[in-house]
């Protein structure tokens, strides 16, 4: 049968595989001499999450993580993106490495390998060390130091069977959710702290990267969400909310990294005051090399003024969309007009896919030990369509990992959103691969042919 004509190929060595971060899927959280994270205790925090749901078991990857390597390698995965626990390696932020959280993630690289899949590790998806958020945490600007420890203490175990590193997953979301609005881990609401923040993860970035160059021979990037902002109206209005919008949430990070500064909507626009100027030498820290970059993208914003904190933005539902569990809408195009954006804006670095995926309301595991769950096989096509549409306008796309592997803990939104390509029955432990998962499968079999 001769192939689809319209079956455009990805580039050889294009990287397919799934993501998923320690946090959301291990459980076990103060096994083996680890120490809390500032998750441990926000979702101990009576309120703070759906349902009082909490990491203490998750998808019990902790212990299953041989089996789950398996099922990654009977879906014909080629990578697979993770998150390492930092109070897991360090129980005390700093200092005294615990061998044995160590030897966990040592373990599980070398399953990887084992098994043919390439790991994708992220030092940083959110969990925080409790006993560092007790020292200020991301205001504390020891912070930096703090993270480039804990990375050097990971490069010297793993570089080398590790070949691609991120220092951050989506600061953002840090920030924007930790220290501004309070939805998530540490809980704070304060415009002050919130500049702050982004500024020592920065930092933190930086110093990291630093360290990798002393000690790693591979490569290390920075992951970021982006959510393309497109105005509803013409309205000066509206469009001055879509220029603001899109330096918070888009700019402002790899502007920093990549570029040495931010963009200056933060100080005159959005935070005023509360925007401190930074030094000279805190932006040359910040601004390293990087060998990739991954964006993590779910889906865009029509944009409007409005009266929010501090943003004076948001988001305008659209009557003909189409809206996922998470209240995200379908909208592939944003992908593809956010990665040209992104190689006009910074030179068209390496880029991965690093987190694209859906919740959707998905039916239970019928007899024959099927999920059938066509809108998230629909949501993927779209997305790696769009992804091809990017490349062939001449982005350097390199590889996708698609969120999530597993069905697993959504932060504040506990356990009442499913993202995962398979299922997880959290009272069993059951691993169930979704139809969407066999048709991933089938994508990265044929190259991306059969999409
Ligand atoms: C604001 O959306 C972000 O791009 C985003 C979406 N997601 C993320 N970031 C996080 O990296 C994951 O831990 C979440 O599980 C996942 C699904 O919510």
Redesign the pocket.
């Given at each position: 049968m001769a192939a689809n004509p319209n079956a455009r190929r990805f580039p050889e060595g294009f990287l397919w595989g799934a993501a998923t971060?320690a946090h959301?899927i291990e459980g076990s959280p103060m096994a083996d001499g680890a120490g809390p994270s500032i998750w441990t205790r926000f979702a101990h925090t009576p309120g703070m999450t759906v349902n009082g749901d909490t990491g203490d078991v998750a998808c019990d990857h902790y212990n299953r993580w041989k089996d789950d390597v398996a099922l990654m390698a009977s879906l014909g995965l080629k990578a697979y993106r993770f998150s390492t626990s930092w109070s897991r390696i360090l129980p005390d932020g700093t200092g005294r490495v615990n061998q044995k959280g160590l030897d966990f993630y040592s373990r599980l690289v070398d399953e990887l390998l084992d098994k043919g899949i390439e790991p994708l590790l992220t030092l940083y998806?959110w969990d925080l060390p409790a006993a560092l958020d007790d020292r200020g945490g991301w205001l504390n600007r020891d912070v930096a130091d703090w993270f480039a420890e804990y990375g050097s203490v990971l490069y010297r175990a793993l570089d080398g069977r590790v070949k691609k590193w991120v220092t951050l997953?989506?600061p953002w979301?840090v920030t924007d959710g930790g220290y501004l609005h309070g939805a998530l881990a540490p809980g704070h609401r304060s415009k002050y702290e919130t500049p702050i923040a982004t500024h020592n993860l920065m930092r933190a970035h930086g110093a990291a990267v630093k360290a990798y160059r002393e000690i790693g021979k591979h490569e290390i990037g920075l992951v970021v969400?982006i959510?393309p902002k497109y105005p509803n109206t013409q309205s000066p209005e509206d469009l001055a909310a879509t220029k603001r919008a899109h330096a918070y949430m888009n700019e402002q990070y790899l502007d920093a990294a990549l570029l040495g500064k931010y963009p200056p909507e933060l100080k005159n626009e959005i935070f005023g005051d509360a925007w401190p100027e930074w030094a000279d030498e805190d932006y040359a820290l910040i601004k390293q090399k990087l060998d990739f970059i991954g964006i993590?993208y779910?889906t865009r914003s029509v944009t409007q003024a409005t009266d929010s904190y501090p943003l004076k933005a948001g988001a305008v539902r659209q009557k003909l969309g189409t809206y996922t569990e998470?209240g995200w809408e379908v909208f592939p195009q944003g992908l593809t007009d956010l990665l040209v954006w992104a190689k006009d804006r910074y030179g068209n670095l390496p880029t991965y896919i690093t987190?694209n995926g859906a919740a959707f309301f998905d039916p239970a595991v019928a007899e024959e030990g099927r999920v059938r769950d066509p809108l998230r096989m629909g949501y993927l096509k779209k997305h790696l369509t769009a992804i091809r549409d990017a490349i062939d306008q001449g982005c350097d796309i390199r590889g996708y990992m698609v969120?999530?592997l597993l069905d697993n803990l959504?932060?504040s939104l506990g356990f009442s959103k499913r993202?995962g390509i398979v299922h997880v029955n959290y009272g069993t432990q059951e691993r169930t691969p979704k139809d969407s998962a066999r048709w991933y499968s089938k994508a990265i079999e044929t190259h991306g042919a059969s999409i």
């Open positions: 971060a959301q998806h997953n989506e979301v969400n959510e993590n779910y998470t987190e969120w999530s959504e932060w993202f």
